[in-house]
């Protein structure tokens, strides 16, 4: 057994290895063989189905995970993943079942936490989502995305200068997080600071030219700020 596991770990690895270097096919043959050769062993699938992800193939994804999830049935990764297949095609509840039993069998788990609340967020379950947004600071305090999310909570809540304290410790910590600038410039202006709103989104701008929202509040705040209107 020993042997067995070691062998699969092998080829975990240098699948791993492969993949970071961008080879994607020659890592996507040494994980199927690995899902052939061991098909009683969870991770082999779990792994075929996370560079299937990665590849956007998201029905062949979706197989390996439903596999993996037949042999462990609360394996923290598969459903979490699973969950994000179910998230995009709409079907809330099914992903809400998969991110709480991911939290079930590990309740740190920082992405199902982040996963969970913005689900939360979603269907306006805004107390439940806060919740999962202070636990996931809790287990990573260096996690932009999770103080973003609190930020988010507190926003949606009315309490729009305690959601800028977030928003800025998101940036701060990730300040090529366009969405938190963005969400700062909203801030902003809503409290009729729009000198500071222009400048966080004149910032997510230079860092995403392309991006609609940020352009669009730009243009909203133009509306206060003399001179910006002729700039855009």
Known sequence: MENHNSDLLTAIERADVLREQG??????HILQAAATEFPDEPEAHYKLGALHGRLEQTKLAESCYLKA?????????????LGLIYMQRGDLNAAEVCYRTALAERPDFL?????LGGLLHDVTRLLEAEYCARRAIEISPTSAE??????QAARSHGRITES???????AELDPK?????IELGF?????????DAERQLVSAIALAPDSLPAWSNRLLAANYTLGS???I
């Open 23 to 28: 080879q994607m096919v020659d890592a996507l």
């Open 69 to 81: 999830l037949s042999l462990a049935p609360r394996y923290p990764e598969a459903n979490n993943n």
């Open 111 to 115: 992405n199902a936490h982040l996963n």
């Open 146 to 151: 999770a103080h973003a999310r609190l930020g």
């Open 164 to 170: 800028i304290v977030h928003f800025q410790r998101a």
């Open 177 to 181: 997080y366009v969405a938190a600038r």
């Open 187 to 195: 801030c902003y202006w809503h409290l009729g600071r729009h000198q």
């Open 229 to 231: 209107r002729a700039e």
